[in-house]
């Protein structure tokens, strides 16, 4: 199969999808692998290493030609005009944010296979890396925006003998969340948790028994009186494939700290406050209402590109090996967790989560 390996153009974004490494195998699999110019430049990753690995550089229109196109993010405006009709694209496409990539993809009749949606046994493995680097991410961004020059209330999270930390509140208690709880308690934050699943209530709990983190039942009155204590405040809420609730209320950002901070991570898949209209990027991330300081960065592992890289092409190759080899009908038939991924099928929206969430023909 020909793939072609996309140079993102999304703000920010300097991951690939593809390792020199997992082009050697795709290559040695039988594949003709493009790849863009550069596209890996920005996570380390030289055009002479892919072309020791077989790979070929080409212009961003030939190696969008492939039948397999392997990308990092969804396909933004500039991009559809080049799809085709079979087309295959592979990447944390979070469509569910992005309806108007959606009816594109349903009239030129593409397959969308959306790597965040895969589940494998229950566990979202693709995701997993990415949600860990965000969760680390967003307390290191937390910290960066309380101080004074970058508009925040001038407290050190960690405090200091004698003078308290400042209180981190998580909403969601999933793997991002427990990233940032790790950071946040690692520097010695006041840590408050609000989940919904009792099991995963006590999980945490016991997890977080000898530090100074709260896990508590996530409900509108706790997250009316919580809010109102963060330093940082943290939304990690994700519903597979779906647009999530916008749970934080304008009223509950108004009773929050002047020059607190909110990192919405579920920004990606449409975010959960409802004082931040649409995402920001990378060049210009934050914003201020109501005296609160709003990250709303939709590709936050964009920022650490070489780290993430690795970790996602670790998590895709074995997929998009089986895609290119089997191809996609065999690959689909012998692998459920691909399934899970398959958002779009020849144009047609076959995730039941995605249409609810856009309002389109399922
Ligand atoms: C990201 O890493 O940007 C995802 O969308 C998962």
């Not at 493009?34 to 212009?59: P, R």
């Not at 469509?95 to 349903?106: F, G, H, R, T, Y």
């Not at 407290?155 to 990233?179: H, K, M, R, W």
């Not at 934050?286 to 005296?291: L, R």
Request: charged share 25%.
């Amino acid at each position: 199969m020909k793939i072609g390996v996309i140079k993102d153009p999304k703000q920010g974004e300097a991951r690939v999808g593809m390792t020199p490494e997992n082009v050697k195998i795709l290559v040695e699999a039988g594949n003709e692998v493009l790849v863009d110019d550069n596209a890996g430049a920005g996570s380390g990753f030289t055009n002479e290493q892919y072309i020791e690995a077989g790979g070929k550089i080409v212009d961003t229109d030939t190696a969008w030609t492939a039948e397999l196109i392997v990308k990092v993010k969804e396909p933004m405006e500039s991009e559809y005009h080049y799809f085709k009709k079979g087309q295959i694209i592979w990447g944390f496409l979070h469509l569910a944010a992005n309806k108007a990539c959606v009816e594109k993809m349903m009239e030129v009749g593409v397959t969308a296979l959306s790597g965040e949606n895969i589940s494998i046994n229950g566990v979202l493995e693709l995701l997993k890396p990415m949600s860990a680097i965000a969760g680390r991410r967003a307390v290191n961004l937390g910290q960066y925006y309380l101080e004074k020059q970058h508009g925040g209330e001038g407290i050190l999270l960690p405090g200091i003998d004698g003078v308290e930390a400042g209180t981190v509140v998580i909403l969601g208690g999933g793997n991002a969340a427990e990233n940032s709880a790790d950071m946040a308690v690692g520097i010695g934050c006041h840590v408050i948790i609000l989940e919904v699943n009792e099991s995963r209530i006590k999980q945490l709990q016991e997890r977080y028994k000898d530090h100074n983190v709260d896990v508590l039942v996530s409900n509108t009155e706790n997250l009316e009186e919580k809010i109102k204590e963060a330093d940082v405040f943290i939304s990690t809420v994700l519903i597979p494939g779906a647009k999530p609730p916008k749970l934080v209320k304008e009223y509950m950002v108004e009773s929050m700290k002047p020059g607190s901070v909110i990192v919405d991570i579920a920004i990606d898949q449409g975010g959960t406050v409802e004082t931040i209209d649409k995402p920001t990027n990378h060049a210009d991330p934050v914003f201020t209402k109501h005296g609160v300081i709003h990250y709303a960065v939709p590709n936050m592992p964009g920022a650490t590109p070489r780290t993430a890289t690795i970790a996602l092409a670790k998590g895709n190759i074995s997929f998009l090996k089986d895609v290119s080899v089997k191809g996609l009908e065999a690959a689909l038939k012998s692998d459920e967790s691909l399934v899970s991924g398959l958002s779009v099928y020849n144009g047609k929206v076959v995730s039941k989560a995605l249409a609810d969430s856009i309002d389109v023909t399922y």
